[in-house]
């Protein structure tokens, strides 16, 4: 079954490459590379820091190598194989936002050594297959589009019901053995679900170094602990509320970026604005995670380190322009993209009509963000119901 699927998806990208269609607008959102952990579990067998050749919370050299592949994948796709963009870097084509926490920089800064490696004069030093490409970012504090370090009261609010409403407490009531079982292990209380995250990245991060896992993480990782995990994942994104606020900020963005491709607006690629035919957005699970459910795409599946869900927007001969949304969990050039079909839009090719209706009902501005965040949709205070 799974390899008639890659066979599905060869066969999908061999018909795009004679597809005369043409590629005219990118999204890409980046969950930064793998980092050391930032905190161990009391019983950790790996948590000193003798284990770690870089400081806690840091992008690891396996990090740094997945997103660096990244950007070659990038590079062979759009410059190579589709020439969407020039061999060179080109300010006017292309900008790359990441939020302002250190992986997700330093996986930027990856990201581009692999899309823009040095050519011809631009060669500086030949000692290093390296040249400097922009990586922009803002203050989390100014940031509600991917680092999402905003203030927004009424996100909090809804939020902190969500995790003492109906939805967690039968999550909770359902998987009381897994959290006893990880409190006895650990050395910590696990009390819900929503601890359980971190415990599975410790996890993940610890068997992508080669470490031997304890023997008791073997009845719960990674299957049991990856389906809490999607479980955990969906709780953001309960009602449309929820959602425009978690993720309306960056689809406004992407739909920001779509209209001026489609319209031919005079602001793309001016370079006092920040619209370009080719975005980068390098965030974390989170932000994609919260994407792919308030989009209702499908199917989703865990998002590793180095993954990326790419929006791509074509205009055919003739017809509608469309869009395809791919997810990419690895950033290895052997691993065919992933096709997702999107709520209200049933075909891989949704009409950008169709997906741009769906944009509008989520997408968010900046003021209007504000707005929600101090008071509920219906101009009010109060907490909606229907996200218990």
């Avoid at 509008?360 to 996200?387: D, F, M």
Wanted: proline share 6%.
């Amino acid at each position: 079954m799974k390899s008639a699927t890659i066979l599905t998806l060869i066969i999908l990208q061999y018909l795009e490459a004679v597809s005369s269609d043409e590629l005219i607008g990118v999204s890409v959102i980046v969950n930064h590379g793998a980092t050391i952990p930032s905190k161990f579990y009391p019983t950790d067998p790996f948590r000193s820091p003798y284990f770690w050749n870089k400081p806690l919370g840091e992008l690891s050299i396996i990090g740094e190598q997945q997103t660096y592949e990244l950007g070659k994948w990038l590079q062979k796709r759009y410059d190579r194989k589709l020439q969407f963009l020039t061999l060179h870097y080109n300010a006017s084509q292309i900008f790359t936002f990441s939020e302002d926490r250190d992986p997700s920089l330093m996986s930027a800064e990856c990201i581009m050594a692999g899309l823009y490696p040095p050519v011809g004069d631009e060669i500086w030093n030949y000692r290093i297959n390296w040249r400097p490409t922009p990586v922009h970012s803002a203050p989390l504090f100014l940031d509600n589009a991917i680092g999402r370090g905003v203030g927004c009261p009424n996100y909090e609010k809804i939020l902190k019901k969500v995790e003492h409403g109906r939805f967690f407490r039968q999550q909770n009531r359902e998987d009381r053995a897994l959290l006893k079982y990880l409190s006895l292990h650990t050395g910590e209380q696990f009390r819900n679900i929503g601890q359980i995250p971190a415990l599975y990245n410790i996890l993940k991060v610890e068997e992508s170094h080669n470490f031997t896992l304890p023997n008791w993480t073997k009845s719960v990782y990674p299957n049991v602990l990856e389906k809490v995990m999607l479980d955990v994942s969906i709780f953001r994104t309960k009602n449309r509320e929820l959602t425009r606020l978690s993720i309306g900020p960056i689809l406004d963005k992407i739909q920001e970026q779509f209209d001026a491709i489609v319209t031919n607006s005079p602001n793309l690629g001016n370079l006092n604005m920040n619209l370009r035919k080719f975005k980068i957005y390098v965030a974390n699970d989170t932000l994609i995670y919260d994407i792919l459910h308030g989009l209702k795409a499908s199917p989703i599946e865990i998002v590793p380190s180095g993954a990326s869900l790419i929006f791509e927007l074509w205009r055919p001969n003739s017809g509608m322009d469309y869009v395809k949304v791919s997810y990419r969990s690895s950033p290895k050039s052997n691993i065919p993209n992933q096709h997702l079909k999107m709520g209200g839009c049933k075909a891989v090719k949704c009409p950008y009509s169709s997906f741009n209706s769906t944009l509008t009902n989520l997408a968010t501005s900046e003021p209007e963000w504000l707005q929600l965040c101090q008071t509920s949709e219906n101009g009010t205070t109060s907490i909606s119901n229907n996200v218990i």
